[in-house]
């Protein structure tokens, strides 16, 4: 006896509905694939970090709480005061309480927190301080050049 195939089930894609720039927010385009540093990475291994993603890498504790930022600005100090990376740690070369923003901040408010503070990217953190992720102002122009929804006459 054969067995009769079943024909393949069509599957309808689901229709994303366009939302406007104004009504993102920073959780529809935060990057959660962030590598984040202990404060006792030593220095040389943060600047590999760095190169791999934006312009600053997350400095967390144990529990995974912000407790600063290590930017390419804070490298390039070290280097300009004689300072081996490889003799550093995060905490050493770190800025702590950095500026971060929550997942319900809307773009136009990350907007002006990145343009204000002449940011490159902003860690984002739930309500208790919990690192979840970065937001550079790359994700902010990628999301601006979604297209808008089309208004029916």
């Known amino acids: 006896m054969v067995a009769k195939r079943k024909?393949?089930?069509?599957?309808?894609?689901?229709?994303?509905?366009?939302?406007?720039?104004v009504d993102l927010t920073v959780q529809d385009i935060v990057n959660k694939r962030v590598q984040a540093a202990r404060p006792d990475l030593k220095g040389d291994k943060v600047a590999s970090l760095l190169l791999?993603?934006?312009g600053a890498v997350p400095v967390v504790d144990k529990s995974k709480h912000l407790v600063g930022v290590v930017s390419?600005?804070?490298?390039l100090l070290a280097l300009d005061?004689?300072?081996?990376?490889s003799a550093r740690t995060a905490k050493d070369l770190m800025s702590a309480n950095p500026y971060s923003v929550r997942p319900e901040t809307s773009l136009p408010t990350l907007v002006h927190v990145l343009t204000e503070s002449d940011l490159l990217s902003?860690?984002?953190?739930?309500?208790?301080?919990?690192?979840?992720?970065?937001?550079?102002?790359?994700?902010?122009?990628?999301?601006?050049?979604?297209?808008?929804?089309?208004r029916r006459s």
């Open 72 to 75: 390419e600005h804070d490298l």
């Open 81 to 85: 005061e004689g300072q081996a990376w």
């Open 7 to 21: 024909a393949p089930v069509r599957r309808v894609a689901a229709r994303r509905t366009p939302v406007l720039f």
């Open 122 to 150: 902003v860690p984002v953190v739930n309500e208790g301080n919990r690192f979840l992720g970065v937001v550079t102002r790359r994700d902010v122009v990628r999301a601006a050049l979604r297209p808008a929804p089309k």
């Open 52 to 54: 791999k993603g934006s």
